[in-house]
């Protein structure tokens, strides 16, 4: 069975624009969530979402959203980029249960973005 | 407020030797605790998941503890190997407030 997809892998923007991230889960899996990652701040929760509908959000501005498909793809997008944004961001995803259940999340290998 | 300590903050050991790392935290209502295993340039991968009732948890050599008391958790690595050098990191799950509280991680080196 496949893991976790997440696409770009790496991507580099500058201060002012907005990117879209995307994440395939594995398949089956109905729960999507989101983290952030920093040298500094360590992993953060960003966004968790279950049957195309945010279940739980974490503290971050509104210039982080995402969304979920039907077939439970999703994305997150970040709108006008700081650099402060740079980031490992991680997507992960499990069968149905909430974050602070016991499914087991599975991680995919991340979005290394650079805003320069 | 709602913390995750992990000490140390890297460890060094030699192959095959044993290790624990620790975990403290201070979530409350407390949901589970999970520890993490993450290589580096990739996304963690789940070791063990722990609710309040279980004090114990293996999962191959790695074997994790919770004492919900006291909240503390450890994890235990058994005759480390050169591919067990990584990040471990530990979160507590919360119902209410900040569902996730992540600790900053223990990177430890296995040396040959």
């Known amino acids: 069975k496949a893991g976790v997809t997440q696409t770009p892998r790496y991507l580099i923007k500058t201060r002012g624009q907005q990117v879209t991230l995307s994440c395939s889960p594995i398949s089956g899996h109905r729960s999507v969530s989101w983290y952030q990652q920093t040298p500094g701040q360590g992993l953060q929760f960003l966004f968790e979402?279950?049957?195309?509908?945010?279940?739980n959000k974490g503290n971050f501005p509104g210039r982080f959203s995402g969304r979920q498909f039907s077939n439970s793809r999703s994305e997150m997008n970040v709108s006008t980029l700081e650099l402060g944004d740079s980031a490992l961001y991680l997507c992960?995803?499990?069968?149905?249960?909430?974050?602070?259940?016991?499914?087991?999340?599975?991680f995919g290998p991340g979005t290394r973005l650079t805003v320069l | 407020k709602n913390q995750v300590e992990q000490s140390p903050q890297s460890l060094i050991i030699l192959e095959g030797k044993n290790c624990t790392l620790q975990?403290?935290?201070?979530?409350?209502?407390?949901?589970?605790l999970r520890w993490y295993k993450q290589d580096t340039g990739r996304g963690p991968v789940s070791l063990t998941i722990m609710t309040f009732s279980e004090n114990t948890k293996s999962n191959g050599r790695y074997t994790a503890t919770l004492d919900a008391d006291t909240k503390q958790s450890s994890l235990h690595i058994t005759a480390s190997q050169l591919s067990d050098s990584a990040s471990y990191i530990c979160?507590?799950?919360?119902?209410?407030?900040?569902?996730?509280?992540f600790g900053a991680g223990t990177i430890l080196r296995v040396k040959s």
């Open positions: 979160v507590v799950s919360s119902e209410y407030g900040n569902k996730l509280v």
């Open positions: 975990c403290n935290y201070t979530v409350s209502p407390f949901s589970n």
């Open positions: 992960a995803s499990s069968l149905a249960g909430e974050i602070t259940s016991t499914d087991t999340q599975y």
């Open positions: 979402y279950f049957s195309e509908t945010q279940r």
